[in-house]
């Protein structure tokens, strides 16, 4: 089945404590990209990567970084969790972008909460 | 710098009631326009893409959506709101020159039985 995981799905952490978000396709997707959601802010997105080792900030990266080594994985790593961070996380990949099939294709989400 | 804007917040209708939700953008070029929901608990889900062509879109479950150029709009549509079509709603934007997706902030609607 075609599709975008991320893991964890739930996490509750202490500021500070680094963390990492794992997200994987199977779609042989070449573009990734997180974002995060908030009430009332609706989906801003954090970094992007138009194919492995190519990644660039999104509207608001500060406080998160990223890596693609390969092309199925993009994990979203907090090096320093602060409370402003909690939110819900989402990742996306699509074939390409700014083309005919650049749909894109979500994950489940994953509910960061930062005490 | 593209921005989306999607006028209502928060729209609450009975069954069998006529939805629209407005959706505009500002970039002059060439875009490609989508909308999606977003079901309570779970992910985002495409309804409807344009990319080119007819410049009315059908989607899935009924939705459709309307690309008027002059205006910079794609609003989405529906001509009997199913108690089921509770979800967020989301337009998104992109260049078609290859930059990142925008979307507007949502709308929440609200469908009672």
């Known amino acids: 089945e075609a599709q975008v995981t991320q893991n964890p799905r739930y996490l509750i952490t202490v500021t500070g404590k680094k963390l990492t978000v794992t997200c994987s396709q199977n779609?042989?997707?070449?573009?990734m990209s997180w974002y995060r959601q908030d009430p009332g802010l609706g989906l801003r997105q954090i970094y992007y990567?138009?194919?492995?080792?190519?990644?660039d900030k999104g509207d608001v990266p500060e406080g998160y970084k990223v890596s693609r080594k390969e092309k199925r994985n993009f994990p979203l790593i907090l090096e320093s969790p602060s409370p402003n961070q909690t939110s819900l996380y989402f990742c996306?990949?699509?074939?390409?972008?700014?083309?005919?099939?650049?749909?894109?294709?979500f994950g489940p989400g994953t509910r960061l909460t930062v005490l | 710098a593209q921005s989306v804007s999607q006028h209502n917040h928060h729209v609450i209708l009975s069954e069998a009631a006529s939805l629209e939700l407005g959706c505009n953008y500002s970039?002059?070029?060439?875009?490609?326009l989508f909308w999606y929901v977003q079901y309570p608990g779970q992910h985002l889900q495409l309804l409807l893409k344009?990319?080119?062509?007819?410049?009315l879109v059908k989607g899935i479950k009924g939705f459709e959506a309307e690309f008027i150029k002059s205006k910079f709009s794609f609003n989405l549509r529906k001509p009997s709101v199913q108690w089921s079509d509770t979800a967020e709603y989301f337009c998104?934007?992109?260049?078609?020159?290859?930059?990142?997706?925008?979307f507007g902030k949502g709308t929440t609607l609200s469908v009672s039985s």
């Open positions: 998104a934007v992109n260049a078609k020159a290859g930059t990142a997706l925008i």
């Open positions: 996306a990949s699509s074939l390409s972008l700014g083309g005919r099939y650049n749909e894109q294709f």
């Open positions: 779609m042989n997707h070449e573009y």
């Open positions: 970039y002059g070029g060439t875009v490609n």
């Open positions: 344009y990319f080119s062509g007819d410049p």
């Open positions: 990567s138009m194919n492995v080792e190519v990644t």
